[in-house]
């Protein structure tokens, strides 16, 4: 009967494969965890693991502190809630793209998801860490298109994250700083992120990963947010490259002084009818996110994560010196105009942009009619975006040894409002993690050699420092004097996007960022 028993699992498995083997129960720092097979293939998910004490109550506005330990296995086998957050109106384009089916909400929130294909922890991987974007305001690590497993299969131990968002993360105030033992307060989305980092270089050789090869990257808010990691000596040794897609700390993301963030907090306190931070810390978490999901809070200088602007920072060479590779996309500006953009409107918004300077950027940018307005606008987003990945590769390597790579992703993602969208502000995400299935388009076969060519490029700079390799088209490093990017579209080969006026413009209006 046993010898049967075995010639019949022998059959099975030579007409099904190999079984998915089960996940091995890990010791971190805090216990023993476990996780879950990915479908299909050899890699192993663990999900939803905390890497930081629940924010409530008296810890709402307060740095994360270490998480508890505890007792038995930590089945890490589903996603935690997400940060608290107003999603997106349903059947809006970023609902629809990214957000899709609304996930659980909650302030106890600070958890992590790691994918990883190592068979042991003796050949160590190199670590990717995954900071995504949405203003400061929304998303999760959790979203279908953050999905590890191509990641993973590649030979990278893939890491995601929640982190505290809007008031919950960024609020400053007179009387939080006043309790601080570092005089500070607000940034604590981005200090979230730094504990992340800490929890990586602790626990990450349990998973196979290798905590002195880490390499952060992000998008939108989340590449702003690296920009800043990169200048804050919080994180020293912590990450040895980084990746920022279509983001800065001179695009999205840009800071404000300590003060002008407390006055902003103190009008935001006084209109919720209190003056008190001890008496907001008793507001349930979803009423505090209904009375203030209209305003808008950003990430402040606050003397301890960030004790200085960005660009001076860089300038003076005193962020980490460490490889870079960012870029932008072609069409950034489609999803982030209002539908009722027409030339009146959009003149408007460039005098109250750029005030004096604003008739220099008219020049550049036809805007009689509507259309042409439209189209400027759009144009507009797609320099400045494209600006700020040459301005933060420019800077970083005049001051270090070490090189940048610079990318403009211009394909197309086929089928929904593509004439209208084109190569749109975070289209590019789905071919780096490959997660094209996760998104509902009539994906082409092009697509799919796009997302392998780039997840590679992406996989041989988190390995080596440097997106090269043999097998792929050539990536020249940045050269400030040729200003050359490698395009990623139809065609696979170095341009030259910005033209010296669109830089000029855009180096005066931010040779020194309008920090207020």
Same mark, same amino acid.
């Not at 003796?122 to 995504?132: A, D, F, S």
């Given at each position: 009967?046993?010898?049967?028993?075995?010639s019949?699992?022998?059959?099975l498995?030579l007409?099904?494969?190999?079984?998915?083997?089960?996940?091995?129960?890990?010791?971190?720092?805090?216990?023993?965890?476990?996780?879950?097979?990915?479908?299909?293939?050899?890699?192993?998910a663990?999900?939803?693991?905390?890497?930081?004490?629940?924010?409530?109550?008296?810890?709402?506005?307060?740095?994360p502190?270490?998480p508890?330990?505890?007792?038995?296995?930590?089945?890490?086998?589903?996603?935690?809630?997400?940060c608290?957050?107003?999603?997106?109106?349903?059947?809006?384009?970023?609902?629809?793209?990214?957000?899709?089916?609304?996930?659980?909400?909650?302030?106890?929130?600070l958890?992590?998801?790691?994918?990883?294909?190592?068979?042991?922890a @003796?050949?160590?991987?190199?670590?990717?860490?995954? *900071?995504?974007g949405?203003?400061f305001?929304q998303?999760?690590?959790?979203?279908?298109?953050?999905?590890g497993?191509?990641?993973?299969?590649?030979?990278?131990?893939?890491v995601?994250?929640?982190?505290?968002?809007?008031?919950?993360?960024l609020?400053a105030?007179?009387?939080l700083t006043?309790?601080?033992?570092?005089?500070?307060?607000?940034?604590y989305?981005?200090? +979230?992120?730094?504990?992340?980092l800490?929890?990586i270089?602790?626990?990450?050789d349990?998973?196979?990963?290798?905590?002195?090869?880490?390499?952060?990257f992000g998008?939108?808010s989340?590449?702003?947010?690296?920009?800043?990691?990169?200048?804050?000596?919080?994180?020293?040794?912590?990450? +040895?490259?980084?990746i920022?897609?279509?983001?800065?700390?001179?695009?999205?993301?840009?800071?404000q002084?300590l003060?002008?963030?407390e006055?902003?907090?103190e009008?935001v306190t006084?209109l919720?009818?209190?003056?008190?931070?001890e008496?907001?810390?008793?507001?349930?978490?979803?009423k505090?996110l209904?009375?203030t999901?209209?305003?808008?809070?950003?990430?402040s200088?606050?003397?301890w994560?960030l004790?200085?602007?960005?660009?001076s920072?860089?300038e003076e060479?005193?962020?980490?010196? *460490?490889?870079?590779?960012?870029?932008?996309?072609?069409?950034?500006?489609?999803?982030l105009?209002?539908p009722?953009?027409?030339?009146?409107i959009?003149?408007?918004?460039i005098?109250?942009?750029y005030? @004096?300077?604003?008739?220099?950027?008219?020049?550049?940018?036809?805007?009689?009619t509507?259309?042409q307005a439209?189209?400027?606008?759009?144009?507009?987003?797609?320099d400045?975006?494209?600006?700020?990945?040459?301005?933060?590769?420019?800077?970083?390597?005049?001051?270090?040894s070490?090189?940048?790579?610079?990318?403009y992703?211009?394909?197309?993602?086929?089928?929904?409002?593509?004439?209208?969208?084109g190569a749109?502000?975070?289209a590019e995400?789905a071919?780096?993690?490959n997660?094209?299935?996760?998104?509902?388009?009539?994906?082409?076969?092009?697509?799919h050699?796009?997302?392998?060519?780039?997840?590679?490029?992406?996989?041989?700079f988190?390995?080596?420092g440097?997106?090269?390799?043999?097998?792929?088209?050539?990536?020249?490093?940045?050269?400030a004097?040729?200003?050359k990017?490698?395009?990623?579209?139809?065609?696979?080969?170095?341009?030259?996007i910005?033209?010296?006026?669109?830089? @000029?413009?855009?180096?005066?209006q931010?040779?020194?960022?309008?920090?207020?």
């Open positions: 009967m046993e010898q049967f028993f075995y019949v699992l022998s059959i498995f007409f099904y494969g190999v079984a998915d083997a089960q996940p091995d129960t890990l010791r971190i720092d805090t216990g023993l965890v476990t996780g879950v097979s990915e479908s299909g293939s050899t890699v192993h663990y999900k939803g693991i905390p890497y930081a004490a629940p924010p409530v109550g008296d810890l709402r506005w307060q740095p502190q270490p508890t330990t505890w007792e038995g296995v930590y089945h890490a086998t589903d996603f935690a809630s997400t608290m957050q107003k999603h997106p109106p349903k059947g809006s384009f970023y609902q629809v793209e990214f957000f899709q089916e609304p996930e659980p909400m909650s302030e106890d929130c958890y992590l998801n790691v994918w990883t294909g190592a068979e042991s @003796e050949n160590l991987r190199p670590v990717m860490m995954w *900071i995504h949405g203003a305001s998303g999760s690590g959790s979203m279908p298109t953050f999905n497993n191509a990641f993973a299969k590649s030979g990278v131990v893939l995601t994250l929640n982190y505290r968002l809007g008031i919950f993360g609020l105030h007179p009387q006043a309790e601080s033992e570092h005089n500070s307060s607000g940034n989305g981005l200090l +979230d992120q730094v504990a992340a800490q929890w270089q602790q626990n990450i349990a998973f196979g990963g290798n905590p002195n090869n880490v390499t952060v998008q939108s989340g590449a702003g947010s690296i920009n800043k990691l990169m200048a804050s000596p919080l994180t020293k040794g912590l990450f +040895d490259r980084a920022l897609q279509s983001g800065s700390a001179y695009t999205f993301g840009k800071t002084a003060e002008q963030a006055q902003n907090g009008t006084k919720l009818g209190t003056s008190s931070i008496g907001l810390r008793s507001w349930p978490a979803s505090l209904d009375k999901s209209q305003f808008s809070f950003r990430p200088i606050d003397g994560f004790p200085d602007e960005v660009y920072i860089f060479g005193r962020q980490h010196d *460490i490889p870079i590779l960012a870029g932008s996309n072609a069409d950034e500006g489609t999803t105009r209002g009722k953009l027409d030339a009146k959009f003149t408007n918004i005098h109250q942009t005030g @004096e300077d604003a008739k220099n950027f008219l020049a550049l940018y036809p805007h009689q509507d259309q439209r189209n400027s606008f759009n144009k507009g987003w797609r400045e975006m494209a600006w700020g990945a040459h301005t933060l590769a420019r800077i970083h390597t005049k001051q270090h070490q090189k940048a790579w610079l990318y992703f211009s394909n197309v993602p086929p089928g929904r409002n593509s004439q209208r969208y749109f502000h975070s995400i071919y780096v993690f997660t094209l299935t996760a998104v509902d388009r009539p994906w082409q076969k092009q697509d050699q796009l997302a392998d060519l780039m997840r590679s490029y992406w996989v041989n988190a390995s080596e440097n997106p090269n390799s043999k097998q792929l088209p050539k990536w020249p490093p940045y050269d004097r040729e200003r990017v490698l395009e990623l579209g139809n065609t696979i080969e170095p341009q030259i910005l033209q010296g006026d669109v830089l @000029e413009f855009y180096n005066k931010y040779v020194r960022p309008k920090e207020e």
